[in-house]
């Protein structure tokens, strides 16, 4: 079980960028699939980009080309550069940290969420 901690969301104008970070305590990092997620007012929160232990990469198919997701093993932190920013990704951006082992899930964590808002 590990403890996560997001930063560097904020109010951005559609074009711009922001990047998240998310820093993990509490276990070591390197073994769990780390993933951001969103949630709009309104709906479910939803994948946005995952990344696995083996640095496998997955994302949404409205961020593809626009969000980057990264691990630094080494400062037990995972980011989201997020370009080219659209009003619709404003939402709640939360980190998640999973371990399993085989196809048993051992722990699923979630972060307190940042806001990220695109607007002019």
């Known amino acids: 079980q590990v403890q996560l901690v997001e930063a560097g969301g904020g109010l951005v104008q559609p074009g711009g960028s922001l990047r998240l970070s998310c820093t993990a305590s509490?276990?070591?990092?390197?073994?769990?699939?780390m993933g951001w997620y969103r949630q709009a007012p309104g709906m479910q929160r939803v994948m946005v980009a995952t990344?696995?232990?083996?640095?496998?990469?997955d994302y949404a198919d409205s961020v593809k080309g626009r969000f980057t997701i990264s691990r630094e093993n080494a400062k037990n932190t995972v980011y989201l550069q997020m370009n080219t920013l659209l009003p619709e990704d404003t939402a709640v951006y939360y980190c998640?940290?999973?371990?399993?082992?085989?196809?048993?899930?051992?722990?699923?964590?979630w972060g307190q969420g940042t806001q990220v808002t695109v607007s002019s």
């Open positions: 990344i696995t232990s083996a640095f496998t990469t």
């Open positions: 998640n940290a999973q371990r399993s082992a085989g196809m048993v899930l051992l722990s699923d964590d």
């Open positions: 509490g276990d070591i990092f390197g073994p769990y699939n």
